[in-house]
């Protein structure tokens, strides 16, 4: 029964997804700095350097008749970022596939890429409030 199931797994794929240069979705990290050097550009970022080192990325912005040099640190989930044990003070932007981190440090941008190329919306409920709903962008 077991290899059944794992055979009919097997022969079930995702949904493709919509003007986007992977078929599918990311199932990684790599998948995810794929993705952003595809729409990094229409973003507005210009790329100094992809490295090893965190964090993943120094980039910079077009802001008014200047740039501004950001820092980002690219993760397959957001939440990935405070598991990993990154240091939020030394970076700007958090580029994902998917954002499941409500509490994100306030100064970070989450940029949610299948927002781009997938679902573009979430709801999550917070606080002891549960009548309280938030909608996010970032979904």
């Known amino acids: 029964m077991r290899a059944r199931l794992l055979l009919m ?3 079930e794929r995702p949904l493709p997804l919509k003007n986007a240069p992977l078929q599918y979705a990311p199932e990684n990290e790599l998948g995810v700095v794929f ?22 990325c120094i980039a910079y912005r077009h802001a008014g008749e200047s740039e501004k ?17 990154h240091d939020a003070k030394q970076c700007d932007c958090i580029v994902c596939w998917h954002h499941d ?31 309280s709903v938030g909608l996010s962008r970032f979904a």
Do not use: C
């Open 35 to 56: 993705m952003f050097s595809q729409i990094a550009k229409k973003l507005q970022f210009r790329i100094e350097k992809v490295r090893a080192a965190y964090p993943d």
């Open 9 to 11: 797994k097997s022969l």
């Open 69 to 85: 040099r950001v820092r980002i640190e690219f993760e397959f989930r957001s939440s990935s970022f405070r598991s990993h044990g």
């Open 101 to 131: 981190w409500p509490s994100v440090p306030r100064h970070l941008e989450v940029i949610e890429l299948k927002q781009f190329f997938g679902t573009p919306f979430k709801v999550w409920i917070t606080g002891s409030d549960q009548n």
